[in-house]
């Protein structure tokens, strides 16, 4: 069982830049790859960025390819969404979330099975 509890996130400006965190607990954090995800109202929930249990591969989504950074810190079992040039339609819920299936590509990260989930954190940008 791993336990996920993002932080971060609150109300900016357009163009303001913003770093959600996800604070992992349970077993051992380096062998599950880790997502970002987000909701908008009305909308289904959409990949927006990870990486694997090491850091190493990293994939986003084109919405936010150049503008937001996924890192991790495996030493204090969290990981990172550095958001920059946020827009109003960057507006969400953000989730983060842990695989343990295995990457083969880099792609896999965006549509593996993601097995734990936070309770999300609300992201408003506004105009």
């Known amino acids: 069982q791993v336990q996920l509890v993002e932080s971060g996130g609150r109300l900016v400006q357009a163009g303001a830049s913003l770093r959600l965190s996800c604070a992992a607990s349970?077993?051992?954090?380096?062998?599950?790859?880790m997502g970002w995800f987000r909701q908008a109202p009305g909308n289904e929930r959409e990949f927006v960025a990870a990486?694997?249990?090491?850091?190493?591969?990293?994939y986003y989504s084109d919405s936010v390819k150049g503008r937001f950074t996924i890192s991790r810190d495996n030493t204090k079992r969290t990981v990172y969404l550095q958001m920059n040039s946020l827009n109003p339609e960057d507006t969400a819920v953000y989730y983060c979330?842990?695989?343990?299936?295995?990457?083969?590509?880099?792609?896999?990260?965006?549509?593996?099975?993601?097995?734990?989930w936070g309770q999300g954190t609300q992201v408003t940008v506004s105009s």
């Open positions: 979330a842990a695989t343990d299936t295995r990457v083969r590509t880099a792609q896999d990260l965006s549509i593996n099975p993601y097995k734990y």
């Open positions: 349970g077993r051992t954090f380096s062998n599950y790859g």
């Open positions: 990486a694997t249990g090491s850091g190493g591969i990293t």
